[in-house]
């Protein structure tokens, strides 16, 4: 959606409030698929500070994904901020610059790619259905969230491999 901004242009407006809804359906990042359940609904303003425009939006959204350890479909509601300062493209940007830059043309401003931007930023690294998921016997794959395998796991540290070989060279005692 094109934000207009040409009521900055006179000397009274101050702010201006934006509220809307970005219909995407899924977002697919390295490997993870991410299915929005709901619109993506943002709501904010844009502030005059002296000769600059200032963004600052909440994001809210509700996905569904699958967890990193037990493979199950999840959901997660999550809120984000982007913030910024409006530039607008034509112009050159200063290179020393640090600030978060939001770039608009003709008094339009589309900030759709700054919110996917702003979600995929703030996912977790890794999704997990809570913090104490199980996972998955790593032997025969039963999710050991909702039921206990019989499957005797030994693992050996490999950097004590070769003292566990050693150890049954010895005899007995």
Avoid at 20 to 40: A, K, M, T, V, Y
Avoid at 134 to 145: F, S
Wanted: aromatic content about 6%; proline content about 3%; charged content about 40%.
């Amino acid at each position: 959606m094109d934000i207009d901004l040409r009521d900055f242009q006179d000397n009274v407006t101050e702010s201006l409030h934006i509220e809307d809804e970005i219909q995407r359906d899924s977002l697919d990042i390295q490997g993870r698929h991410i299915n929005f359940i709901e619109p993506i609904r943002y709501e904010g303003d844009i502030y005059k500070v002296a000769q600059d425009k200032i963004l600052h939006i909440n994001i809210y959204y509700k996905y569904e994904e699958a967890c990193g350890r037990c493979l199950d479909l999840y959901e997660n509601e999550d809120k984000s901020v982007l913030t910024g300062k409006l530039v607008e493209e034509t112009r050159e940007e200063d290179e020393d610059e640090e600030e978060n830059l939001i770039y608009y043309v003709d008094d339009k401003l589309d900030l759709t790619e700054d919110i996917i931007e702003t979600i995929i930023l703030n996912l977790p690294m890794k999704p997990l259905c809570s913090k104490k998921c199980k996972g998955l016997c790593p032997k025969c794959g039963t999710n050991l969230n909702k039921e206990q395998c019989d499957c005797k796991i030994e693992y050996v540290d490999p950097r004590f491999e070769k003292l566990e070989k050693l150890k049954k060279l010895l005899p007995e005692e």
